[in-house]
């Protein structure tokens, strides 16, 4: 009888050593660490970030527990995890899988609190976030946006996935703990679309929480509970509640086939990385439209486009791109027809008039209104159209600028262009250090730590440089 999904992932992560992973998967796992923790230090500047701070720090504190990033202060596992989480999911500029999930406020804080409580080493640490990043990426895979068409959102039921592997890693469960501990984060996951579909903020909770169950899910598989083993496929188990069936048949795709088959979600496991194709997000705003901006930055350092002379701007992207959270329940402030402030449509002018978008700037959703905003971006806004496909690829636009005279610039993406490695990711944030609300020795300090995270014994030099020092405003 062949394994269950649950216990083929369950001896991958079992058997996953940083020794046996290819150059590539440190690399991109040390990548995405730095975005987090830099995401971290933005984040400590909203308001919702400070109140969950405080809150936790109220409810959870404990002197001998995890570090709280930024403040410094000590709470049990869940709770500092779950600040850290919302800490790097504040601003909107975290990771991004496949458009819709988020792993690294969920696997991040989820490894970082229990490698140091657990006091594992660097090499231990990015091992586990590997296995996290890679369980999480396999289950969601081509099933991500038949969750969002069944009302949930995507990023918190995966990512409870990716905490609980993460943590089960570093708390060195075997493989039938590890089986339990996906049962129980399996029964832990949840989160609608209802906020990001009618304008609600409950969702900026969601992968804090997810985090927290994913902890608890891989802390309770400890105490020797019995997990279903087939809690992924099994006919009342996840993909039946998250997508609708267990027969592999999907409401909608980015593009491709209806139809997958769920020996998919463990082919090739250790040999086909999925981890590799997370994107960082650099600008604070949808995935979807940070390749946008991308591409009409690369547009205008290569042409002269007058402003002035700009007659359409025709955005081609994926359909799901363009009906977010989802065709099923499409929001009308993201709509492809509503060019509004902190749409596609907006991004596309801002940059085209500007040359670029500024990456720290405070983060501006579909349907947020200033009466400061530039008047040649809000005219030229109106000029721009979306179109989405079902034939193109997530993160791949196309966009096409035609001018009065009819001379038109055409630029396109393939979709991997943000799938940044670690070199990448330095490159583009450092120039942003001098301009960040943290001194600009700690964040290269930071940079530095990471980028040589396997020599590291403990977690304690690299948190101590991710904590305000006395004095810093």
């Not at 289950?139 to 009302?151: E, Y």
Request: proline residues 6%; negative net charge; aromatic residues 8%.
């Amino acid at each position: 009888m062949a394994d269950s999904l649950s216990r083929s992932l369950a001896r991958f992560v079992d058997n996953l050593q940083f020794d046996n992973l290819p150059p590539e998967v440190p690399d991109k796992v040390k990548a995405s660490l730095l975005h987090g923790l830099l995401g971290a230090f933005l984040g400590a500047e909203t308001s919702h970030a400070q109140a969950s701070m405080e809150l936790v720090k109220l409810e959870e504190g404990r002197t001998d527990g995890a570090t709280i990033l930024v403040d410094g202060a000590k709470a049990t596992r869940c709770g500092a995890a779950f600040a850290n989480s919302k800490l790097m999911h504040a601003t909107n500029q975290s990771d991004s899988y496949r458009m819709l999930i988020h792993p690294g406020p969920c696997v991040i804080p989820a490894a970082l609190a229990t490698a140091q409580i657990e006091r594992r080493t660097g090499r231990e640490l990015i091992t586990a976030l590997a296995a996290g990043y890679e369980v999480e990426a396999r289950v969601a895979g081509d099933f991500i946006p038949s969750t969002q068409a069944r009302g949930f959102r995507s990023s918190p039921v995966y990512g409870t996935l990716g905490a609980a592997v993460a943590t089960a890693k570093l708390l060195r469960l075997n493989v039938d703990q590890l089986v339990t501990a996906m049962a129980l984060a399996c029964t832990f996951a949840g989160g609608t679309t209802e906020g990001p579909r009618s304008g609600g903020r409950e969702m900026l909770f969601h992968e804090p929480n997810a985090t927290r169950n994913g902890i608890m899910a891989a802390l309770l598989a400890r105490e020797q509970v019995r997990g279903s083993e087939t809690a992924l496929e099994g006919a009342a188990g996840f993909y039946n509640a998250f997508t609708g069936n267990n027969r592999g048949h999907l409401s909608y795709v980015f593009d491709g086939p209806e139809q997958v088959s769920l020996d998919s979600v463990v082919s090739e496991l250790g040999e086909r990385w999925e981890l590799l194709h997370v994107t960082p997000k650099l600008y604070p705003t949808a995935g979807y439209n940070c390749p946008v901006i991308e591409l009409m930055s690369d547009m205008r350092s290569s042409h002269n486009l007058p402003v002035e002379e700009i007659e359409k701007i025709t955005v081609d992207m994926n359909w799901l791109e363009t009906t977010y959270p989802s065709p099923a329940f499409p929001n009308p402030e993201r709509s492809a027809d509503a060019p509004a402030v902190g749409s596609t449509h907006y991004f596309t002018a801002y940059t085209c008039v500007k040359g670029n978008y500024p990456p720290l700037r405070t983060r501006i959703d579909p349907g947020d209104g200033s009466s400061e905003e530039d008047a040649t971006v809000l005219d030229l806004m109106k000029k721009v159209e979306v179109v989405g496909h079902r034939n193109r690829q997530a993160f791949a636009p196309r966009i096409t600028v035609s001018l009065s005279g009819g001379t038109e610039y055409m630029g396109e993406y393939q979709g991997n262009e943000l799938e940044w490695n670690f070199a990448t990711e330095l490159r583009r944030v450092r120039p942003l250090f001098g301009d960040m609300p943290w001194p600009s020795e700690n964040l290269e300090s930071v940079a530095q730590i990471v980028s040589g995270l396997e020599i590291e014994t403990r977690m304690d030099h690299l948190i101590a440089q991710c904590v305000k020092l006395e004095g810093f405003a």
